[in-house]
């Protein structure tokens, strides 16, 4: 079985906004998703939601392990 991976590379703006990035991302998945290949798997940077160096956000924009 072939599983097509798709992997999403982000700019990381500081005055970005977790819901501003959120759409960004939702924007390019809907972008994928038309796509006529469709993948099974679609990969993010590790950090995306927050950034990597907005350590002054990561605890207001952390989410629980558990829900």
Not at 7 to 32: G, K, P, S, Y
Not at 33 to 43: A, C, G, N
Request: proline share 6%; charged share 20%.
């Amino acid at each position: 079985m072939m599983i097509n991976v798709a992997a999403i590379q982000l700019a990381l703006c500081d005055h970005e906004t977790r819901a501003d990035r959120f759409l960004r991302v939702e924007q390019r998945l809907e972008q994928i998703y038309q796509s006529e290949i469709k993948p099974h798997l679609v990969m993010l940077p590790e950090m995306w939601a927050t950034g990597f160096i907005n350590f002054h956000r990561y605890t207001a924009e952390s989410e629980p392990l558990c829900p």
